[in-house]
């Protein structure tokens, strides 16, 4: 079936495959968790699969009456799937399947939901249902701008933005507030600074496109993933990001987020996201001195022991 059946339908299968457009695969894991808020969840992702462990799940009834959901997140169909499926369980079972792959030999039967790419006017419609939960007020002229010029992916973080001031946001707020860019530029002056290498350059060309507010969070995203990458390789032993990311990454990118990834201790990953954290946190805090603050913490970038 496609999006709009399954939103109208009145009771949710037991088991369920969900395969497709990934923005909506995270939007719909938050609203089968919404709507399952008082069941025992479990979530399994990718290398975390378990055949045993999901069919005890499936198969354990509670002296409360509660049901249990498993959610299981993967880019490919594991061995004993089908298994899983056949179970007569009164218990649910979703798959969310991260792949750029057609599902073959789908063991759910008619039980599947396939999204495609938003259309503008989906995009408009999520802006709008994000923008009332924020008690947001946004002009129709500014929601088509961010439909537009703003990935569905990044379009919740820009909105909570946006809400922090009281006034009707228009379009010219937009403009000033959101800024269009290239997620590559991004990731290299991150890259050049957590190498120790000399950013200057790359800062200054940065900075001649977007707004400087808009730096210090990606770098603070981007450690983050890299310390995530770095616990995932702990724990599993792997040397590769596909498992964990459920696709492939261009060979040059992972060989370089792999490196960095394991490049630093746990301690380090602590005194850099606190830090920079706080100096977040200062910026969003100040009317005046953001600007200053943000210089704060490029010194503090580059005077980091660890680098």
Request: charged residues 30%; proline residues 3%; glycine residues 2%.
């Amino acid at each position: 079936m496609y999006k709009k059946e399954f939103d109208n339908l009145e009771q949710v299968p037991n088991n369920l495959l969900l395969y497709g457009n990934s923005f909506y695969l995270k939007e719909y894991e938050k609203k089968l968790l919404e709507r399952f808020k008082n069941a025992n969840v479990v979530k399994i992702y990718f290398d975390e699969y378990d055949f045993e462990e999901i069919k005890s799940y499936l198969l354990e009834s509670s002296l409360f009456g509660d049901v249990n959901v498993v959610v299981l997140k993967h880019n490919k169909f594991p061995s004993n799937l089908d298994k899983l499926v056949k179970l007569n369980s009164s218990n649910y079972f979703f798959f969310f399947y991260y792949s750029n792959k057609i599902p073959q030999n789908n063991p759910f039967g008619k039980n599947f939901v396939r999204f495609f790419e938003p259309t503008l006017k989906d995009v408009v419609l999520y802006i709008e249902k994000m923008a009332e939960k924020l008690d947001l007020h946004i002009t129709h002229e500014a929601k088509l701008f961010l439909a537009k010029s703003v990935s569905p992916e990044f379009l919740e973080e820009e909105l909570k933005k946006l809400s922090i001031y009281s006034k009707e946001i228009v379009l010219e707020d937009v403009k000033k507030l959101v800024f269009v860019y290239k997620e590559e530029s991004f990731e290299d002056l991150a890259v050049s600074i957590l190498k120790g290498e000399e950013f200057k350059d790359k800062l200054k060309n940065l900075l001649e496109i977007v707004d400087f507010r808009r730096i210090l969070p990606f770098v603070i995203k981007y450690v983050r993933e890299l310390y995530e990458y770095n616990l995932y390789f702990k724990k599993t032993g792997n040397s590769s990001l596909e498992g964990y990311l459920g696709y492939k990454l261009p060979p040059q990118i992972e060989k370089q987020r792999i490196e960095l990834s394991l490049k630093f201790r746990e301690k380090d990953y602590f005194e850099l996201l606190k830090n920079l954290l706080h100096f977040e946190l200062k910026m969003r805090n100040s009317d005046k001195e953001k600007q200053a603050i943000f210089y704060e913490a490029i010194a503090f970038l580059k005077n980091f022991s660890s680098f």
